[in-house]
């Protein structure tokens, strides 16, 4: 994978003019005053030119700034390159002391201010983005801390091409709170089937919504696996039930169902697991009716996973924004596209 990041270009000076008033939307502006050297931090520039600028209508004057510049002391170009150094794992201290090589030198503070900057413009790209037609939606969850307390976030994705679409907290994981959840992903994409693990609630909740359902066959054989060895003896049955759920013949579920009822009075455990095994059949075996269905959630895990990471080597997280904003960024940097373009949320 190789993505090309395109950051903010900045120029030296105003190669146009404002064309209305911000405070009052008049279009009869005049040129007051012309500031010839605006000291900021740039790695490549150390002073602009800016042009203050009256409106003839209610007498408000204003500076319009070159491209690449604002009333922030530092260019549009250092908040993306400290944000994006964070991101790629070094500290708020250590991109501090980078940028102070490339002569932008500013406060682990600003590069704190700049990543929650940045982070924020990406979140909205990822809102406001048209994805087009979407028909096959991964979803999964996974674990942060924040400020020490466990904190569920949910990650829907693009399960074709592994693209992040979202990611929320998860206050509610009952059935109606992930109709809730994914419901205006189904919708805005116009979704026709979602690939999850074995989770429970997800079922009432997709067929709430009317949406075919894929169960990740990863999850489900680890988790047959792990029941499987709770099970003492009855090898016979166990190795029949495990080439079937390798094997997903077409009339699994038939022999699922009739291994259920062998061992219905002898082993009450084994025969749940081959009960609920025939039971969601048609979810496990739907990648083989419907062309370009995945069998695994590995799209999801691929969306997590650079989130993982990065969360790892950190000290915590102590907001929800922080955590959102963290998933957003490693989301672009690390999905299908060739070229991204990183702009401030001032900018965005």
């Known amino acids: 994978m190789r993505i090309r990041l395109t950051v903010p270009e900045v120029q030296s000076r105003p ?13 009869t502006l005049y040129q007051a005053q012309v500031h010839p050297r605006k000291r ?13 600028y009256g409106c003839s209508t209610c007498g408000k004057t204003f500076h319009h700034y070159p491209k690449g510049v604002t009333r922030k002391q530092q260019s ?55 994805w087009g037609q979407v028909r096959i939606l991964g979803a999964d969850e996974t674990v942060f801390k924040v400020n ?29 709170g992930l109709v809730k959840w994914l419901k205006r992903y189904a919708r805005r994409v116009g979704a026709e089937v979602v690939v999850t693990d074995d989770l429970a609630t997800y079922r009432p909740a997709l067929e709430e919504l009317g949406l075919e359902h894929q169960v990740c066959l990863t999850h489900v054989l680890r988790n047959m696996s792990r029941r499987l060895r709770e099970v003492e ?27 259920a009822l062998e061992v219905k009075e002898a082993e009450p455990r084994l025969y749940w697991l081959a009960l609920q095994l025939s039971e969601r059949w048609e979810r496990l075996v739907l990648y083989k009716r419907i062309v ?11 969306a997590i996973g650079p989130s993982k990471i990065r969360y790892r080597t950190m000290r915590g997280l102590k907001s929800y924004r922080g955590i959102l904003n963290l998933i957003a960024l490693t989301g672009e940097i690390y999905s299908s596209a060739s070229e991204l373009h990183w702009e401030p949320a001032l900018a965005a």
Do not use: M
């Open 15 to 27: 190669l146009d003019r404002p064309t209305h008033c911000p405070k009052c939307g008049g279009q």
């Open 40 to 52: 900021f931090i740039d790695t490549k520039l150390t002073d602009v030119a800016t042009i203050r």
């Open 76 to 130: 549009a170009r250092v908040v993306v390159l400290a944000s994006l150094l964070y991101n790629l794992g070094l500290s708020y201290e250590a991109t501090a002391k980078i940028l102070g090589v490339l002569e932008a030198g500013v406060s682990k503070t600003t590069v704190w201010r700049d990543v929650k900057e940045v982070g924020l413009a990406a979140r909205r790209r990822q809102h406001f983005r048209d």
């Open 148 to 176: 020490g307390k466990e904190v569920v976030v949910g990650f829907v994705t693009n399960a074709e091409t592994g693209d992040l679409l979202g990611a929320d907290i998860l206050i509610d994981r009952s059935a109606k």
């Open 233 to 259: 003896g009855y090898e016979a049955e166990k190795e029949k039930l495990r080439q079937v759920v390798k094997e997903l013949p077409e009339d699994g579920g038939a022999q699922l169902l009739k291994l």
């Open 292 to 302: 370009g269905v995945p069998r695994t959630n590995n799209a999801s895990e691929r």
